[in-house]
């Protein structure tokens, strides 16, 4: 007869685990805002008849499977809704939970709309995350002509994005279309299926990673993916001494380790 395990050794066995950082990659899509204009082209707005809301949004775990929201989700939505507490909501949930989002101009454009209705709605701040902005790390290292995520994409032999209709896909959606809903979905959730493969990309590159080794409470693991199977690769030599120079097997990372003063070196 076969030994239950008792609660107490479960859960001891949980807490030997190292913890998996919980990251988050996310795009989302908004309305335009509306107002006056005197005429075309470089116009100042006379006054907004409406202001932004948020359409939709998509985000995944990374490694894990997606969720993409839009207003039209939601039971209470009506064509022309403009009403977007319960989608903001369910995004906040999301925040809350992760230890770092990543997104293509995340910290310049989609986290700063995002804690915009935050505020709007009343939420409070969700717990303190770190991010990476892969726009601002495809700037950083290299030099592509465009940093668009479609052209890292393609230029990277990626993925594309989902070609849409053009400005007709917002109207649409702002007027209560289903296929446009649809469309918009298929548009958004893509948008982060490609962020992922661009973010895995450049991964390796990234010396500004926030540490995942001791977000996962790990003394000896790789910055950029927690991997513990590093090499050692030979020392790094600095004014006051040298620090053993390793590479993560799994990422491709170069790390180093701790720094040895020369008076402690034999």
């Known amino acids: 007869m076969s030994k239950t395990k008792s609660a107490e050794s479960v859960l001891a ?6 913890r ?25 707005v006379i006054e907004y008849t409406s202001e932004w809301h948020m359409l939709s949004w998509s985000a995944k775990w990374l490694d894990g499977k997606h969720v993409t929201r839009c207003l039209a989700d939601y039971e209470d939505y009506t064509a022309g809704s403009e009403e977007d507490f319960s989608l903001v909501s369910d995004l906040w949930e999301l925040f809350n ?6 997104g293509h101009n995340g910290d310049k454009f989609d986290i700063r709309k995002t804690n915009t209705r ?6 409070m701040p969700p717990e303190p995350y770190k991010t990476v902005d892969t726009l601002k ?14 052209d890292l994409g393609r230029r990277l032999g990626l993925d594309r994005k989902v070609k849409h ?17 649809f469309d918009m979905k298929k548009y958004n959730r893509m948008d ?28 000896e693991a790789c910055r950029n993916c927690a991997s513990t199977n590093l090499q050692k690769r030979g020392f790094a030599i600095t004014l006051t001494g ?3 120079r390793l590479q993560c097997q799994g990422c491709g990372a170069w790390l180093q380790g701790k720094h040895q003063k020369m008076t402690d070196i034999k």
């Open 242 to 244: 040298k620090a053993q």
């Open 192 to 219: 982060v299926i490609l962020l992922e493969k661009v973010y895995n990309k450049l991964l390796p590159w990234i010396m500004s990673h926030p540490h995942m080794g001791i977000l996962s409470e790990q003394d």
């Open 118 to 123: 935050f505020l709007e709605h009343g939420l």
């Open 165 to 181: 209709s053009g400005f007709s896909l917002w109207t649409g959606c702002m007027a209560g279309d289903e296929k446009s809903w």
């Open 20 to 44: 998996k950082p919980r990251v988050l990659l996310f795009d989302i899509e908004t309305a335009p805002n509306l107002g006056y204009v005197w005429g075309k082209y470089d116009q100042n």
């Open 97 to 102: 939970e992760a230890d770092i989002i990543i």
């Open 13 to 18: 066995q949980e807490e030997s685990r190292p």
């Open 137 to 150: 790390i495809a700037r950083k290292y290299f030099a592509f002509n465009s940093n668009k995520l479609d």
